[in-house]
């Protein structure tokens, strides 16, 4: 079965800490693999994506994920972490094909001074 | 580039009332999907659309439908409402790479 699991529902860290959130997937094709912050109120935004190649992968905000397919994980990494980091973070898995995206059940990420 | 745009982002309905919500996505995608997303249930597909044909579904009862039309806007409506359908509705549309791009979302509540 097709399934994302991110098992930390919340994640506490200090400011300045650094932080990784976990990813792991169950997909039947080559998968893409996303992660999205969500702030409150708004909408789902794009930090990184793998397709292929390089396993470690840039995003925007300082962030970095790994892609370990021998693990079917991809964690998402940030060195050192600000307050306004703090959001619920979504990591997905989609394929070409028409296959749909799924996502994960968030993790909330808060900040403490 | 213009970025996914919903419409409207806030809006009260009473139960039993229909709803309409609408999304352009991005200028050149073709697929647009919709989730629901509330705090017990986390982010739920609705369904998808490509080039006018509803492409995948999640699982959700018939009173939830959707189109979308030649120009890849879509609209999704929600009939009969029910309190248990307030909930941010989000739209995205993908582009290369199966890559989702979220609008900001609709807010729905039901009362």
């Known amino acids: 079965a097709q399934s994302v699991t991110q098992p930390d529902i919340h994640i506490t860290v200090s400011e300045g800490a650094s932080l990784e959130l976990r990813c792991n997937y169950s997909?039947?094709?080559?998968?893409?693999l996303f992660w999205y912050v969500q702030s409150p109120g708004q909408g789902l935004q794009l930090l990184l994506k793998?397709?292929?190649?390089?396993?470690l992968v840039q995003g925007i905000k300082g962030f970095e994920a790994e892609f370990k397919r021998s693990q079917s994980s991809f964690n998402l990494r940030k060195p050192s972490v600000h307050w306004s980091d703090a959001a619920e973070y979504f990591c997905?898995?989609?394929?070409?094909?028409?296959?749909?995206?799924?996502f994960g059940a968030g993790t909330r990420l808060f900040v403490k001074a | 580039k213009a970025g996914v745009t919903q419409t409207p982002r806030y809006l009260i309905k009473t139960r039993g009332q229909q709803v309409t919500l609408s999304c352009s996505p991005i200028?050149?995608?073709?697929?647009v999907s919709w989730y629901q997303q509330t705090p017990g249930q986390g982010l739920q597909f609705l369904f998808e659309?490509?080039?006018?044909?509803?492409?995948n579904k999640g699982n959700f009862p018939g009173r939830f439908s959707g189109r979308q039309f030649s120009n890849s806007r879509s609209e999704m409506n929600v009939s009969t409402l029910e309190l248990g359908d307030s909930a941010l509705y989000l739209c995205a549309s993908m582009g290369t790479g199966n890559t989702i791009y979220f609008g900001e979302g609709s807010w729905l509540t039901v009362v």
């Open positions: 997905a898995v989609g394929a070409l094909g028409g296959f749909k995206t799924i």
């Open positions: 659309y490509f080039s006018e044909t509803q492409r």
């Open positions: 997909y039947g094709a080559t998968p893409y």
């Open positions: 793998y397709f292929s190649g390089d396993t």
């Open positions: 200028s050149g995608h073709r697929s």
